[in-house]
């Protein structure tokens, strides 16, 4: 037999082991480790029982100090300081705030928020588990403390306990916890009017009666309560009930004030919420839908040197901190106001619109650091007791011609250039969408045309019928976003009016500062960690606790980029011609500035907006509570943006340069020790009328524009050029009409200059067609 046919036995080397002695012994620990788990599992389940109980009982003694009263009795009020920290105001609650019962409460009131915040209140054990695993799911997705959901009795420990919107997993276990031990220990009615009386429903109401009394305290069905015996929370009606418990979630973005189509949204969606859960029949819920908002929204008295900006920043402390901790830490909040231009800004407004009375127009002045984004001057109204409105803040007005410059900004990124030739006539365009059956209709004021402008002079005497043709062209969705960037925080509508600033919903001077101020940094937003919701202006420096020294929060500044540095220099440029002679020459002051006039349909609003080196302001005059027109109010003629507003602004920032240039001599004399200069009083730097008294600029007859200006240099800004001198003024304005209803803009002037006979020099140095608005 061959080798080859011997049966053959595999021998095995030391490298090659047996498969099968290798199977046996894999399988043993897949064994051990699934019983180890088994064993684990619950061991681990009974430590976190456990640790949850001993996490119960530890906060447990914390309860007796939820209650509300106990609370009231060891609060502090917080402080507010300027910029430069001088006493500015003491941040209270209502001081006549009284702690309601629960059958003081109405039960629409209390069936409201039980819809919209915890609809199984009755039901749950004061916590929310789906909640607490969502909470908990998107903290670890994020990395951080991101959000939080809770049930009734959840948000009432975490506003005890003064937290903020932001805490560790940790913080929100314990509030479980405590609230878990809550409903042990207090009854539903107890959780819910405790609740009620310790939660912030914005415009200074802290607590259900102190916002029935803010809301619903002036209404006419509802005068005489207020009082121990006639709570005003007993005779809240359910939509009255559904608008409060609709504000608790957002305060400012449900403030009826300031934001009334969000506030009905969220008012009629409470009402929807009770209607489902049977809290409501269907007929009480149609007729409250159809109730109108509250209008005469009286909140507590502030305790403040400048009401109207006090009011406004205390809403982002609560939004930053809370509450309770806002207005009843004990903080040392340093603002970015400065008295003494405050001061300024309040006294320019008094020196030219004093003279009206007190059912003249009103005016709003809203000035903000350049390089920072503070606000350093807000005046909101004349009289915080009477008005709490803040006009600053709160009010929407349509901005007028005060649009051009973000037109011209968005038309020369397009490509068209300050010297590209425009049709100066009565221009009807097809309103987008109505199949050529609606106009559009431009008319320049008293129907005076150039025939022919080139892009840059349009701006400079607010020619309508130009920058109609340039906005739709260029592209109204496109401006109406980038008018947003800029800095508005409200939705700025696509329609083809909004090229004539007659906007859907109207612009606050706050946000027209603001979006202004993004040109003077360069196409630059500029806001900051402290600010206003949604990247708006800074209101807060630093926090700190009072008598500490350490931080608890400190503003940081952001930039975002949102036009180029080059365009936002040519559209800065094309302003400052505006002011040496244009339409808003009683705004020049001898110094640089660049802005811009505005003027509604039938002079109902009128605005001058623009900025110094060191500040943007703007300034709106109207009447607060209607579009009245006002056609007579400037000595007889109307009041156009290159009026009253310009001068207000002119008053301001020469009184504003004063201090300054006084601080800086104060400075320079205590560094060298030597003795300061007397002090300048900046009214005397202000003629009697408002009007400059050593500005470089003739302005005359209570007109606009009108004869021919001496306006001094206008200086130069980061290399911008400088504004030309001794152009000849145009006068007049325009108004754009049709069937879309758009406002138009208008500065009328008796004594327009006569057209050329050839079209002006690219970028409007020369006298213009006397077609300008303004």
Known sequence: MSDEDQPHTP?????????????????????????????????????????????????????????????????????????????????????????VSYGQISSFMRNAIIAIEDKRFYENSGVDLRGIGRAFYQDIVHGGSVQGGSTIAQQFVKNALQAQNKRTIFEKLKESALAYHLTRKWSKQKILTEYLNSIYFGNGAYGVESAARVYFGHDPNHLGCG?????????????????????????????????????????????????????????????????????????????????YFTTWVSQQLVEHFGARKALEGGLSVKTTLDLDLQRAAAKAIQDNLGGLGPNGPAAALVAIDNQTGEVRALVGGTDYRTQPFNLATQGQRQPGSTVKPFILAQA????????????SRKRVFDVPGSGG???????????????????????????????????????????????????????????????????????SALDWAHAYESFA????????????????????????????????????????????????QLTTQQMETVVAHGTGTRAAYGGFAAGKTGTTENFGDAWFAGFTD????????????SNKPMLTEFGGQPVAGGTYPAQIWHDFVVQ??????????????????????????????????????TSGTVTGGGTTGAGTTGAGTGGHKKGGGTSPAGGTGGGGGSTGTGKTGAGGNATPAPAPAP???????????????AAPSG
């Not at 009905?264 to 109730?291: A, P, W």
């Not at 500044?557 to 180029?564: D, E, F, W």
């Open 412 to 423: 020369l990124k397009k490509g068209y250039g300050l010297g590209s030739i425009w049709e």
């Open 437 to 507: 059956q609606e106009k559009f209709v431009v008319n320049n004021f008293d129907n005076a045309y150039a025939g022919a402008r080139d892009l840059g002079s349009a701006l400079t005497y607010s020619d309508n019928a130009v920058f109609a043709a340039v906005g739709i062209a260029t592209g109204t969705k496109r401006i109406a976003h980038f008018i947003e960037r800029m800095g508005v925080r409200t939705p700025v509508s696509s329609n083809p009016a909004m090229t004539l600033g007659a906007f859907k919903q109207g612009v």
């Open 521 to 568: 940094a360069d196409g630059n937003r500029v806001w900051g960690s402290l600010g206003a919701p949604d990247q708006g202006p800074v209101g807060i420096e630093e926090v700190r606790p009072i008598g500490s020294q350490k931080v608890i929060a400190r503003d940081k500044i952001y930039r975002t980029r949102v036009l180029s540095p080059d365009i936002a």
């Open 614 to 625: 060191r500040w943007t302001i703007a300034v709106w005059v109207g009447y607060p509570n």
């Open 656 to 693: 504003a340069n004063a201090i300054y240039k006084e601080r800086a001599a104060a400075a320079a004399a205590k560094k060298n020790g030597t003795t300061p200069p007397p002090s300048v009083d900046p009214s005397t730097l202000v003629g009697a009328s408002g009007a400059p008294a």
């Open 227 to 307: 009082t121990r015996a006639r709570p005003c929370a007993a005779e809240l009606t359910a939509p009255e009930a559904a608008l409060i418990a609709g504000i608790v979630a957002n305060p400012s973005a449900f403030d009826p004030l300031a934001h009334p189509l969000a506030a009905k949204r969220r008012r009629d969606l409470v009402l929807k919420q009770m209607l489902l859960q049977g809290y409501i029949s269907q007929g009480e819920y149609s007729n409250g839908i159809e109730q109108t908002l509250p209008t005469n929204i009286v909140p507590p008295s502030v305790d403040s040197k400048a009401p």
């Open 11 to 99: 021998t095995l080397s030391p490298d090659e082991p047996l498969l099968v002695p290798d199977v046996a012994p894999a399988a043993k620990p897949k064994v051990k480790k699934r019983r180890l788990l088994l064993l684990l599992i619950p061991l681990a389940f009974l430590a976190a029982v456990s640790t949850l109980f001993g996490m119960m009982m530890a906060v447990a003694s914390d309860l007796p100090e939820l209650e509300s009263a106990k609370e009231f009795q060891t609060a502090r009020n917080s402080l507010l300081f300027d910029t430069n920290g001088k006493p500015l105001g003491v941040l209270t609650t209502d001081q006549d705030r009284v702690l």
């Open 755 to 769: 057209a050329p006979s050839t079209p002006p020099a690219a970028g409007g140095d020369s006298g213009g067609a």
